[in-house]
């Protein structure tokens, strides 16, 4: 009787402590995040996902065959202040600007963000970006001449834009 009663203890005991262990490895995404599961999580047409992007929602994570992080979707404003670049016409010209930059919640930008950007700290993404936008910025400018870059603000920014935008989308 006293052994049916220890093992009818520790079942239920088992019992709480696996719904709690399961209840823990449910994870729920703030708006201002995207949760990215990776380890085991599916395939598609192209093959097996290397991370699955959740955005504002919650997903179970498995226990041993996967893990979870956390991406920031915060804005950051970067200062890039090109100089000496040269423009189409050969003339060396400065261009001090800022950008505001964050990941979109569009799917596979989530994705490729996952893939290129998960594990780096804030400074080393900053960094990127920066990077990124100077070559890009780089181009443009030597693409243009300088009435046109001085005239015409709004095309040499969606010049820039696309061209980021182009590089941004690269796979890996």
Known sequence: MQYTAIAILLGVV?????IYAMFRRYKRCPSDRILVVYGKVGSNADGNLSAK????GAAFIWPIIQDYAFMDLTPTSIEVNLTNALSKQNIRIDVPSR?????????????????????LQRPQIHDLAKDIIFGQLRLVVATMDIEEINSNRDK?????????????????
């Open 14 to 18: 088992f019992v709480f402590v696996f």
């Open 99 to 119: 950008f505001t930059v964050a990941i979109s919640t569009e799917p596979a930008v989530m994705t490729n963000a996952a893939e290129r950007l998960l594990g």
């Open 53 to 56: 992007c959740i955005h504002g």
């Open 156 to 172: 040499f920014l969606s010049n820039v834009a696309a061209n980021v935008e182009a590089e941004l989308k690269k796979s890996a």
